[in-house]
């Protein structure tokens, strides 16, 4: 903290600065919001050398802009040094802001004149001062500004600020360790199959991208780094250097690029990792927080565990551990115990999600113990503005070189306050880090050769961690989690999940079909996605849509009409298995309404990789019609796999029934035309033999009439 009487004599000079137009325009402030923009923009593109020794020189190089309309006459560009060096990185991060400007001096040979510049034009400034010229005292870092003055009127018109670390004297110094975390993380955008959604990650590895600059770098590096490697990243190289697919517009996969490019950085990799400091990252860096409250915790476990054999099978080496690495470096105390249950013991996490220790300052404290309801866990804390001042890939050359200066003057100011003399940082960037090579490769420089910087491993640093430092961390509010719950894709994501166990159970041997979709699901699961909602959304859906088309692969084959004779019978059914494994599987029949079909139970089918199979199924239909039935398979354990097919099956049994009625009574009735036919013949027959016989009406002139005196041997008393 600047002492109160600092504070007021910068107020003072203020003061007198904008009452005295003609003093000094080093004390002048900046315009404020109320008054015009100023007419010129000053940069500053280089500081040379970035360690300073006492008998070099310092090379400053930069622009000045006109942004007005008009040509602006002669100017002057000067630079200016603060008088004493800075106490704390309070005050650095009030000069960074503007909130402060220390006092400052003019420097000898510290001015170069530039003719005039037509409006919106720019035009190169360079100024080159012996460092002994500029009076340096004490060791420390110093705040440095360069003022661009029109000549014209002496009036101050646009400066840039920036410090210049000052350690002359090597052995007045205690150098502030630094442990650098360097990640190496991207989005897990593969299908199951290997396509990529977008060329993205292929173009990161290609010359001028991301993840091909950080291998670069971090090689360059050497042992001053600690590479945190997601094995997600190497199996995508891998697939990019060779013939690789891109999803194309209408979602057919077309061929990618050329696999050159992935190829070299897996050559560059493979060559390069095996003799650095490597920790290995949960695969495709899980939102280790969401699952958690999703309570898909089981997929963190999966992640982690799988991730130190990866990195071995694909880069040759034995990482040194495996970091959890929340997204966004915080998280709460459920995820932590998950993290601990899959075996990680280190976390890193920013220093705002812890509270701060016992003594109540957190500042100085890179390690901690957390406790969790799995067991403790060891925390590496990051410096936040450390691990921020890094630059990023679409710098301009002024912002890289500000945030150089800015990394080299918190260190520099470490190393020189009382309380943190000698004690370590952690830089830990974004997980999706693209850095700044100007930026970086100054600070690698600086690693190497300033007095008041040096690396240390981070194994080092966990070693010599202080066991009794123990902190809890932040309270999250419900507001936080519930924008980090992520609860409708993981839903859908768990959803896929189970119908992958469903797959995977109708197979002995399920790994080269299963897998692939397993880890494709844990690449929807990635933290990276915070970012990337609805590609994250798309991804899942291919997946999805992949899935559904091997499953359907083992199905039911033909429907249509059976026909059932007497109620009851075989039902025919071929399953087709068009996977290249063999499957075993069961079926179930579902009628609509269920109460009219019985079936028996059958036992699990075994078909084949490539074959169909035929079976029958005993069923019997209760009462008469069709009857739409549902063939479903099933894993061996009844449960469905699968859409079911339909088959519609017609009972024949009262037709049949008619058939047998018809025909008795054909019978019937061929007996009775039978019978009267007999009946009459008996009948013609009879009447043939009463006219053959005597005394009939047929026998006339034979024998006497009844009528004369009766029939012989009658009672001669009755009367017929």
Do not use: C
């Not at 006339?700 to 029939?711: E, I, L, T, V």
Request: net charge negative.
């Amino acid at each position: 903290m600047r002492s109160p009487t600092v504070r007021v004599a910068a107020a003072l000079s203020l003061i007198v600065a904008l009452t005295v137009g003609w003093l000094a325009p080093a004390a002048v402030a900046a315009p404020s919001e109320d008054e015009p923009v100023a007419p010129l923009a000053v940069a500053l593109n280089t500081l040379t050398p970035i360690v300073p020794q006492l008998k070099g020189r310092l090379t400053l190089t930069g622009t000045v802009t006109n942004t007005t309309d008009s040509d602006v006459g002669s100017l002057s560009v000067d630079l200016r040094l603060g008088e004493s060096p800075i106490t704390d990185r309070e005050e650095l991060e009030e000069i960074s802001t503007d909130a402060f400007s220390p006092f400052t001096r003019g420097v000898t040979d510290g001015t170069t004149e530039l003719a005039s510049i037509p409006a919106g034009s720019t035009v190169p400034w360079q100024l080159s001062v012996r460092m002994r010229d500029l009076q340096l005292t004490a060791n420390g870092v110093y705040y440095l500004r360069v003022d661009a003055i029109a000549d014209a009127d002496n009036t101050f018109s646009a400066s840039t600020r920036t410090f210049l670390p000052w350690f002359p004297d090597p052995d007045l110094v205690l150098p502030t360790e630094v442990a650098w975390l360097w990640p190496i993380s991207d989005w897990p955008n593969r299908d199951a199959s290997g396509v990529f959604l977008t060329d993205r990650t292929p173009t990161e590895l290609g010359q001028n991208g991301r993840l091909n600059t950080l291998l670069e770098l971090g090689l360059s590096a050497n042992r001053k780094i600690d590479w945190v490697i997601d094995p997600q990243v190497i199996q995508s190289a891998a697939v990019a250097a060779g013939p690789y697919q891109v999803m194309g517009v209408n979602g057919t996969p077309v061929s990618g690029g050329s696999p050159g490019p992935a190829a070299s950085w897996l050559t560059r990799a493979r060559a390069g990792l095996p003799t650095a400091s490597v920790y290995g990252w949960s695969y495709a860096n899980p939102d280790v927080t969401a699952l958690t409250e999703a309570k898909m915790g089981e997929d963190v476990i999966a992640a982690t565990t799988i991730a130190p054999e990866l990195l071995t099978e694909q880069l040759g080496l034995e990482p040194t551990d495996t970091l959890g690495w929340p997204i966004g470096q915080r998280t709460d105390r459920e995820a932590l115990g998950v993290l601990q249950r899959a075996g990680v013991r280190t976390v890193v996490l920013k220093d705002s999600a812890l509270q701060p220790g016992s003594g109540g300052d957190s500042g100085s404290n890179t390690t901690a113990l957390i406790r969790t309801d799995a067991g403790p866990l060891q925390a590496i804390v990051t410096d936040p503005v450390l691990s921020r001042s890094l630059g990023n890939a679409q710098s301009t050359p002024a912002e890289a070189l500000i945030a150089r200066q800015r990394f080299l003057a918190e260190t520099g100011v470490l190393a020189t306050t009382a309380t943190t003399t000698g004690a370590p940082v952690v830089v830990g960037p974004a997980a999706q880090w693209d850095p700044n090579p100007a930026t970086v490769s100054g600070i690698i420089e600086a690693i190497s050769t300033a007095p008041w910087l040096a690396s240390i491993p981070l194994a080092k640093l966990i070693a010599s961690s202080d066991p009794d430092t123990s902190r809890s961390l932040s309270p999250v509010s419900h507001e936080s989690k519930r924008a980090l719950r992520r609860a409708d894709h993981l839903k859908k994501v768990s959803a896929s999940q189970k119908k992958l166990r469903l797959f995977g159970s109708i197979m002995a041997n399920q790994g080269s079909l299963t897998e692939p979709y397993a880890a494709a699901l844990l690449r929807t699961t990635s933290g990276a996605w915070r970012s990337e909602v609805a590609e994250s959304e798309q991804l899942l859906r291919i997946i999805d849509d992949e899935l559904d088309a091997d499953i359907s692969k083992v199905q039911v084959i033909g429907g249509g009409v059976i026909n059932i004779s007497s109620g009851a019978g075989a039902i025919p059914i071929t399953i087709a298995n068009d996977l290249p494994v063999p499957v075993t599987v069961g079926l179930t029949l579902n009628g609509t309404p269920k109460v009219r079909l019985i079936t028996n139970d059958l036992e699990p089918i075994s078909i084949p990789a490539n074959r169909k199979v035929s079976t029958e199924i005993d069923a019997q239909v209760i009462g008469n019609g069709e009857l739409a039935v549902d063939v479903q398979l099933t894993n061996p354990a009844g449960d469905p796999i699968g859409k079911p097919a339909e088959v519609i099956l017609r009972s024949t049994a009262y037709a049949q029934a008619a058939s047998w009625v018809v025909g008795i009574a054909f019978v019937l009735l061929t007996a009775l035309l039978a019978i009267n036919s007999i009946r009459r013949r008996r009948q013609a027959r009879a009447d043939r033999d009463a006219k053959d016989s005597p005394g009939t009406d047929g026998d006339s002139g034979s024998g006497p009439s009844s009528d004369a005196g009766g029939a012989p041997g009658s009672d001669p008393g009755t009367t017929s």
